[in-house]
């Protein structure tokens, strides 16, 4: 079936450092999204994105749509401790969403 | 505020002790869906609703059922729990096919 490789799995980094993860598929999608998950909480949408090309900020977050529709990667500038928790992507082709498995971040002060 | 809530948050139930999660949204959202999220796993999709009375199974509906029999309530039902059930469990909602699916806070159930 489908599936979404994200990496990397994890992330050890020092505050101030910027930060990039991807999703890569086989399968072409609609919609690509964003998700940050905190411990204890579920998972919150960061940035969606809709169009093959497109790129979208969202403070110091941004993330782009694959021009194959099969990829989308997120960028974090600059990051800080609240950055800390997991990440991840969720694609959409038709009614189903599919999501990766998460990049857990850590970041060391 | 535009939510979803699960109830409970936390359960720790026996074997064979029928339980019922619920999961409420006060966006009016046509969509809603049920995940689990295992180590290493990821979110895996267990039920799916497109509309009232409208449900279908996602990638692992074994040993769950789910009712929309209204809008903003999609509750999961499992009839005869098993500790490989022991899961953290997430309700979404969306307003259509593409558009961003919005969690709940998730319940974490631990069969004994």
């Known amino acids: 079936g489908q599936q979404l490789n994200q990496s990397p799995q994890s992330m050890f980094i020092q505050e101030g450092e910027d930060v990039s993860m991807n999703c890569t598929s086989s399968s072409i999608f609609n919609t690509w999204l964003w998700y940050k998950q905190d411990p204890g909480e579920g998972p919150v949408l960061l940035i969606a994105?809709?169009?093959?090309?497109e790129l979208t900020s969202n403070g110091r977050l941004t993330a782009q749509f694959g021009i194959t529709r099969k990829d989308s990667f997120l960028n974090i500038s600059a990051s800080i401790p609240s950055d800390v928790g997991i990440y991840f992507c969720g694609a959409s082709g038709t009614y189903k969403y599919i999501f990766g498995t998460g990049t857990r971040l850590k970041v060391l002060a | 505020e535009a939510q979803v809530t699960q109830n409970p948050r936390y359960l720790i139930t026996v074997t064979g002790k029928k339980l019922t999660v619920t999961c409420s949204q006060n966006m009016n959202h046509e969509y809603m869906s049920w995940y689990r999220q295992d180590p290493g796993l990821g979110l895996r999709q267990i039920y799916y609703s497109m509309n009232v009375e409208v449900t279908d199974k996602g990638d692992v509906p074994e040993g769950y059922k789910v009712s929309r029999k209204e809008k903003r309530n999609f509750p999961l039902i499992l009839e005869s729990p098993s500790p490989n059930q022991t899961s953290l469990y997430f309700c979404?909602?969306?307003?259509?096919?593409?558009?961003?699916?919005?969690f709940g806070d998730g319940t974490r159930l631990s069969i004994l």
């Open positions: 979404a909602s969306r307003t259509g096919g593409w558009q961003p699916q919005h």
């Open positions: 994105l809709y169009k093959a090309g």
